[in-house]
């Protein structure tokens, strides 16, 4: 059975750091992609950043470059993401998500992915 569990959400203030972590059980990183989203109340479900084949193979939605970090450590099969200078609009719960196809390769679209993960709340107060 496919798990992926999101943690390190929280309550910051404006400027601000988190990391969330996404841990995975039931598949390997080297059959998966795997990508954080995220969904604020009254708004769609968006890619926030997604993982390609490597570290340095990624996409983040414009609004968090500069600021956000995706990494990963395939020996504890957990993904990372590095949340710095957060902002309010940032405000939403964070999911993580599993596919076999390349996310960083259809702009890390929510849409269809294989497995999802419970989300962390993460709020940013100014």
């Known amino acids: 059975e496919v798990q992926l569990q999101a943690s390190g959400g929280g309550l910051v203030q404006t400027g601000g750091s988190l990391r969330l972590s996404c841990a995975a059980s039931g598949l390997t990183f080297d059959d998966y992609y795997i990508g954080w989203f995220r969904q604020a109340p009254g708004k769609d479900r968006e890619g926030v950043a997604c993982l390609g084949d490597s570290d340095r193979d990624t996409y983040y939605v414009d609004s968090v470059k500069g600021r956000f970090t995706i990494s990963s450590d395939n020996a504890k099969n957990e993904v990372y993401l590095q949340m710095n200078d957060l902002k309010s609009e940032d405000t939403a719960v964070y999911y993580c998500?599993?596919?076999?196809?390349?996310?960083?390769?259809?702009?890390?679209?929510?849409?269809?992915?294989?497995?999802w993960g419970k989300g962390t709340q993460v709020t940013v107060s100014s």
């Open positions: 998500a599993a596919d076999q196809n390349d996310l960083t390769a259809v702009g890390c679209y929510y849409a269809g992915l294989d497995f």
